[in-house]
């Protein structure tokens, strides 16, 4: 029965096709960081109002946060999520102009179908989710009870291949600022503490810390600040760094370790330190075993063939939706394989005809596994059986 529904979704999917399309490139052409998204958040709401959701516009007092709904409220309520914030300085590097057209594409499709349905199966939610770049949007919208009344959540994103499955790493975020005293360089420098030989030396500490590390783990930073001018001892001095691991438990490890080097600098250079994680922390992503598999079947039926892949492909607040609800994450390829995310040829490919074609067939099978859920029942059942079991 719900091959007729799915074959609706696909047709209307095909039918808004050059418009959705459209708007994936607007918002290429318009990259905004993250909590910034104002015209991304105003084209998309516009759009899907114009279609006949109902929106809530700066969802939870979330400026650039959104949610459409269709539906009579009844149970389920499956989610689909778009994201839409850009990278600094390189723009749409991740492809989330990309996911923000999947979403609205998918919840489009799913509408139809449960149109043609008549009788009230569910309610359907597609929800805006900013800041996913670093800032935990989806973490902040979590905490607000975004997704209390949620049943299943469903998102795709874009990288070099297809993978139902991909390995998204439990993520820490930290801001360490070291301070010293300012001094005359060539004058007096024996009368500064150097707050940036204190970031030199902790960078060196945790490359050097590396070498321990397990292959599934990664620590990465910079230096944002290293002082004003070559001829003043820089009294201040800032790190960002990230570290990832398979768990959460794994980075709450790593994370010893790292403070440590980060201490020992300001011990070595007679500097004080601050340790500060500015946002919360990304949990890995749980893949629902039971909505993967129908996610690849109905990728399967629209030609879409998955690789095998179990190399880390980063790290996202979508980990921690799926520690709240079952849900997937499954990334699909643009390109032609060379072209990897968080780089200026990734820019480049999110904005061209190819990877609108792909995004579409993505969002197709995310709505095909909607209906699968909707039209029955018991799938549904079962994924909350293997979330719980997962759990």
């Known amino acids: 029965m719900a091959t007729q529904f799915k074959d609706r979704a696909i047709l209307e999917i095909e039918k808004h096709s050059q418009e959705l399309n459209k708007v994936g490139e607007e918002i290429w052409k318009n990259p905004e960081l993250g909590y910034e998204e104002y015209k991304a958040h105003v084209l998309l709401t516009d759009y899907l109002e114009r279609n006949g959701f109902n929106v809530v516009r700066s969802y939870l007092g979330v400026k650039t946060a959104f949610k459409a709904t269709f539906g009579d409220g009844t149970k389920p309520n499956i989610c689909v999520i778009s994201e839409y914030d850009a990278l600094p300085e390189i723009g749409h590097a991740c492809g989330h102009?990309?996911?923000?057209?999947?979403?609205?594409?998918?919840?489009?499709?799913?509408?139809?179908?449960?149109?043609?349905?008549?009788?009230?199966?569910?309610?359907?939610?597609?929800?805006?989710?900013?800041?996913?770049?670093?800032?935990?949007?989806?973490?902040?919208?979590l905490e607000r009870g975004a997704f209390d009344d949620i049943d299943a959540a469903m998102?795709?994103?874009?990288?070099?291949?297809?993978?139902?499955?991909?390995?998204?790493?439990?993520?820490?975020?930290y801001k360490v600022t070291y301070f010293g005293k300012a001094a005359h360089?060539?004058?007096?420098?024996?009368?500064?503490v150097n707050a940036l030989d204190a970031a030199v030396l902790a960078y060196t500490n945790i490359s050097v810390l590396?070498?321990?590390?397990?292959?599934?783990?990664?620590?990465?930073?910079?230096?944002s600040n290293g002082g004003a001018k070559p001829n003043i001892i820089p009294e201040q001095s800032v790190m960002e760094y990230s570290i990832r691991a398979p768990t959460r438990e794994e980075v709450n490890e790593l994370s010893v370790k790292v403070a440590n080097c980060f201490e020992a600098a300001a011990k070595a250079t007679g500097c004080t330190v601050d340790i500060q994680k500015p946002v919360s922390g990304y949990d890995d992503v749980k893949h629902n075993p039971v909505m993967s598999s129908l996610y690849k079947a109905?990728?399967?039926?629209?030609?879409?063939?998955?690789?095998?892949?179990?190399?880390?492909?980063g790290s996202t607040d979508m980990g921690n939706v799926s520690k709240i609800v079952p849900a997937i994450h499954p990334m699909y390829g643009i390109g032609d394989g060379?072209?990897?995310?968080?780089?200026?040829e990734f820019t480049a490919t999110a904005n061209n005809p190819e990877s609108y074609l792909a995004t579409l067939a993505a969002a197709k099978a995310?709505?095909?596994?909607?209906?699968?859920?909707?039209?029955?029942?018991?799938?549904?059942?079962?994924?909350?059986?293997?979330?719980?079991?997962?759990?």
Not at 111 to 138: I, S
Not at 155 to 169: D, G, K, S, T, Y
Not at 210 to 223: A, E
């Open 97 to 141: 102009n990309l996911i923000a057209e999947s979403g609205i594409a998918a919840g489009m499709g799913i509408k139809a179908a449960l149109e043609a349905n008549g009788a009230p199966v569910g309610t359907l939610t597609v929800m805006g989710t900013p800041a996913e770049e670093g800032q935990a949007g989806k973490v902040k919208l």
């Open 155 to 173: 998102m795709v994103h874009p990288c070099c291949c297809n993978i139902l499955e991909p390995v998204f790493l439990a993520n820490s975020y």
């Open 185 to 192: 360089a060539a004058a007096f420098p024996w009368d500064g």
């Open 210 to 223: 590396r070498q321990q590390l397990k292959p599934t783990c990664r620590i990465h930073g910079i230096i």
């Open 298 to 313: 109905n990728a399967d039926q629209l030609g879409i063939v998955h690789v095998d892949y179990t190399s880390p492909t």
């Open 338 to 344: 060379t072209q990897v995310n968080h780089t200026r």
């Open 366 to 391: 995310v709505a095909m596994t909607a209906i699968d859920l909707y039209m029955s029942p018991e799938l549904l059942q079962q994924a909350k059986e293997a979330f719980l079991k997962n759990s």
